[in-house]
């Protein structure tokens, strides 16, 4: 079992930039990747970033370099620092984590925190 809180939204001006927090609990040492998705009202849920157990990140092409996923360890903590915020980034981001054991994986999702971008 997993949980995982989500911290660091809000509302930001178009430009600006946040950093958003995932802190990872419970059965930790199975977590294989983290990472993070969004999801506006009226649309699907999107994937924005990930970064595995060894380090290796990918995003989402759309967000054209503009987010950065970062991890640290120690703290159980997976981070994504958002600069030159647009409108459209606006959405409710979620945490995601990807667990492995002897006999089975499972994802765990964090409940979401709200980014807003707006004047």
């Known amino acids: 079992q997993v949980q995982l809180v989500e911290s660091g939204g809000g509302l930001v001006q178009p430009g600006g930039s946040l950093r958003l927090s995932c802190a990872a609990s419970?059965?930790?040492?199975?977590?294989?990747?983290m990472g993070w998705y969004r999801q506006a009202p009226g649309k699907e849920r999107e994937f924005v970033a990930t970064i595995t157990r060894g380090g290796s990140t990918n995003y989402a092409g759309s967000l054209k370099g503009r987010f950065t996923i970062s991890r640290d360890g120690a703290k159980n903590t997976v981070y994504l620092r958002m600069n030159s915020l647009k409108p459209e980034d606006t959405a409710v981001y979620y945490c995601h984590a990807a667990t492995w054991t002897a006999t089975a994986g499972y994802d765990y999702w964090g409940q979401g925190t709200q980014v807003t971008v707006s004047s």
């Open positions: 419970g059965v930790i040492f199975t977590i294989s990747a």
